[in-house]
């Protein structure tokens, strides 16, 4: 077949160049030469001369191995008759690198090895030149370069490793997976292309289709159990050239897992179980009385169980379901157990599979156990006789009411008494209570159904003699609706009619809003107030669907005369007792179009008039005034921190005392008061006085012996008198500070002979010191010690 083919392009090939050559010029390149011939009028004629190619295409051996190049053909014209005139010119994919062309002879050749799996042809073009003057010859020419084929890749698979599965117990031939390998070489040109697929490992389990590559079991349902062996690896081979000796191979692992069917029933692990339950064990779900267990060779799906109760005397009392997570089966109690009534119960339990599969197991398949349950006795709180109570009172009952009882009782034998009690929990406003005794709830609040229409307590049982032994049940209370509300108008309305209005006019539709909720619905009554001074201007009409209109009552209003009108409108109820209000609407008059449209109004028309509305001036206000408050208080504060002076003028004499953390016993603080150190040194006396702060025990320090010379006497008995009556308050005063003080003297003299305040520098203290007792002070006045109890010489040092 493939030689058919060849043979039919390579006629087609000879068709086409026969027809071309006819349309060329003389001197085409070809393999053939010009030809001449004379028509019958005897003149010599030219005629087209065909092109004359070696091939159409030329074909060349991929992976060369040899030095040389490689020789591809020979392109030749018409055109040349071997002088060496005619100059062959190669051009396209690759000309002057891959291939080249010996210009005089026109021989093509390959310069290196070529891969046909990188590019499997090569379109070349080709021309004869004139080689003196390059003038072409001839058109150019295309042709192509193919390689061929040779078997040099292996054959190589989609996946390195492929997974798989198949259901165990398959029959023999069940398809698993398809594996797919693909050759690089040419599938047209040979059989290097040609696979062929075995397995090399894997027998006998699986097989392979030596075409299709299609992996099938090979043994039959009893020896493909999950159960036995899960996993199975197989390798399988791909050969080319047709699977024949010297063909290339690849390799590939399928991974294959035998999936769980539902072949194996569930089994009870025993076939008798104990349990006990204590007979105060809450029903339900959560109130578990034992765990049984089945075991299941299958997984997943196929091991989820059922578990059921098929027999016993239990059936009312207990139930069992199935724990998703662990598939056992959790038996619960449906309902409160007495041990006085029974105590012991029996079951029969039964076990299946959720979704069987009839092709392996029976659907019928089931596996049954016992269950033995014992029941515990326990001190029992008070029973009540219902869940729940449901109860109704009218919302204008009195206090002390008796809205309804309940009633509990201790079901042990004993039957001890009972009291009740409510949780204020859930009656936080202590609305209701309940008798102690007899369990009658009556009320202790009035009430209000508009305020809150049901009250949910909760009321508590407990023994008299073990108040642990408690029991509650929910008391659910409905309020009863009496008509205790009067209707009033649903929002507050505000209208305007136009001063063109026209009699008649309904100007606005009203409603009415009621809290009270009777029991065949609302049914409101809407009229004019006796006492309204719009009667003459306005009207109320009754919808009798719970509105009303209003309506103008004649023509002609003026904004100048009045800008706005009250209406009045009682609003009656139709529940007994009936009761009425009365709401106002508020009617604006305002200038309109012909169309009713409102143009203008007063200041407080619907539309609202361009500003601030009051809410926002009032804020205004407010920041305002808050600002001025900020303002005057950080005044204020500024002005505090002013320190005053000292004397405001040289009348105005006064001490001031000035403390200082400092460490006291230096000095003699309370000689700081005698003025004589300031205006007459010469008079000071010896400082005699002891420290005020201290046990005076004996002389601290020694008498002064020298004084200063006499300064010149001047005449200050005013400041004298003044500070001496200041020393003298001090000395006697029981709360002068023990402790040291400076008192500065704010007084500005004329030449003041006083040349230090300190006792140190004064007159008083001119004299030698005896300073060797500051060391008996402590460490603290050590160094005063050192500095003032040395020698005069060590001072002159």
């Known amino acids: 077949m493939r030689t058919w083919a060849m043979f039919l392009l390579w006629v087609c090939a000879w068709a086409a160049r026969s027809a071309h050559a006819r349309a060329l010029p003389e001197g085409t390149l070809g393999e053939e030469g010009t030809g001449r011939r004379r028509p019958e009028g005897g003149e010599e004629t030219l005629r087209r001369s065909r092109r004359g190619w070696m091939w159409k295409q030329f074909f060349l051996q991929e992976e060369y191995t040899g030095t040389d190049y490689q020789y591809i ?227 997943g799906r196929n091991a989820e169980m059922d578990y059921t109760v098929v027999g016993g005397d239990g059936l009312d009392a207990f139930d069992i379901a199935t724990d998703g997570r662990t598939q056992e089966g959790v038996l619960t109690v449906k309902k409160v157990l007495d041990y006085e009534r029974k105590k012991s119960y029996t079951l029969q339990l039964q076990v299946r599979n959720t979704h069987p599969d009839p ?125 205790d509300n009067a209707p009033t108008l649903a929002s507050v309305y505000e209208t305007f009619v136009c001063e063109n209005g026209k009699a008649g006019q309904k100007i606005q539709t009203i409603t009415a809003v009621d809290p009270d909720e009777p029991p065949g619905g609302h049914r409101f009554y809407f009229s004019l107030a006796p006492e309204s001074s719009v009667r003459a201007n306005f009207s109320v009409r009754d919808n009798d669907d719970n509105t009303a ?57 619907l539309g609202g008039a361009a500003g601030l509305s009051t809410g926002a001036l009032v804020a205004i206000l407010l920041c305002i005034l808050i600002l001025l408050l900020i303002v005057v208080l950080f005044a204020a504060m500024k002005r505090q921190k002013k320190k005053e002076p000292l004397i405001m003028s040289k009348e105005d004499v006064r001490d001031n005392v000035v403390s200082y953390n400092d460490e006291g016993g230096g000095e003699e603080d309370t000689q700081a008061f005698d003025i004589g150190a300031l205006r007459h040194p010469e008079a000071m006396e010896e400082c005699s006085k002891l420290r005020r702060d201290i046990l005076p025990s004996e002389p601290l320090y020694a008498p002064a012996v020298t004084r200063r010379a006499a300064a010149p006497a001047r005449d200050d008995g005013d400041v004298r008198d003044f500070i001496s009556q200041r020393v003298q308050e001090h000395d006697g005063s029981p709360a002068a500070p023990p402790y040291d003080s400076l008192a500065t003297y704010a007084y500005e003299g004329s030449g003041s002979v006083a040349e230090s305040l300190s006792s140190l520098g004064s007159a008083s203290s001119n004299g030698a010191h005896d300073y060797n007792y500051l060391s008996e002070w402590g460490p603290r006045f050590r160094k005063l010690a050192d500095m003032y109890g040395g020698d005069d010489d060590d001072w002159d040092s």
Not at 381 to 403: C, I, M, N, Q, W
Not at 448 to 464: G, M, Q, Y
């Open 73 to 299: 053909g020979k392109l030749h014209s018409d055109m040349d008759r071997g002088d060496g005139t005619v100059m062959y010119v190669l051009t396209g994919e690759g000309a002057g690198t891959i291939f080249v062309i010996d210009a005089t002879s026109g021989d093509l050749h390959a310069t290196r090895s070529l891969d046909r799996e990188e590019k499997a042809s090569y379109i070349l073009r080709a021309q004869a030149v004139d080689k003196r003057n390059g003038v072409p010859l001839e058109p150019e020419t295309e042709f192509i370069v193919k390689l061929h084929d040779i078997n040099d890749n292996e054959p190589k698979f989609e996946k390195e490793v492929y997974m798989a599965s198949v259901p165990e117990r398959s029959h023999i031939g069940t398809s698993v997976t398809q594996v797919t390998a693909h050759d690089a070489d040419d599938e047209m040109f040979g059989m290097s292309a040609k696979l062929v697929y075995s397995i090399s490992q894997g027998h006998p389990y699986f097989s392979v289709e030596p075409n299709t590559g299609i992996i099938r079991t090979a043994l039959g349902p009893s020896d493909m159990d999950r159960e036995q062996r899960e996993q199975y690896q197989v390798v399988i081979e791909a050969k080319d050239m047709a699977g024949q000796r010297g063909g290339l191979t690849g390799i590939t692992t399928v991974n294959i897992t035998l999936t769980d069917v539902n072949d194996n029933p569930p089994q009870f692990s025993q076939s008798v179980y104990q349990f006990s339950v204590p007979e105060l064990a809450p029903a339900g779900a959560g109130a578990v009385a034992g765990r049984v267990r089945a075991l299941d060779a299958d997984i």
């Open 549 to 605: 209109s209003i309506l103008t009552r004649r023509t002609g209003f003026r904004r100048t005369q009045q800008s706005a009108h009250a209406v009045a409108v009682v609003i009656s109820d139709a529940t007994f007792p009936m009761r009425s209000s009365t709401g106002t609407l508020t009617v604006r008059v305002c200038t309109c179009d012909h169309s009713g449209n409102m143009e203008a109004c007063g200041a407080e028309a």
């Open 359 to 483: 092709r392996y197991v029976s659907v019928d398949s089931k596996d049954l156990a016992m269950v033995r349950i014992s029941v515990e006795d326990v001190d029992e709180p008070p029973r009540f006789e219902r869940p729940s109570y449901v109860l109704e009172v009218k919302e204008d009952a009195a206090v002390g009411t008796t809205v309804s009882s309940v009633s509990a009782a201790d079901p042990d034998i004993r039957r001890v008494p009972v009291k009740y009690t409510i949780d204020r929990h859930t009656d936080v406003d202590r609305i209701f209570n309940v008798h102690s005794g007899n369990g009658s709830i009556f009320l202790q609040k009035p009430l209000d159904r508009e305020d809150l229409a049901w009250h949910n307590i909760s009321v508590i049982a407990a023994e008299f003699n073990n108040p642990q032994q408690t029991s509650r049940v929910p008391v659910y209370i409905r309020v009863l609706d009496v008509n």
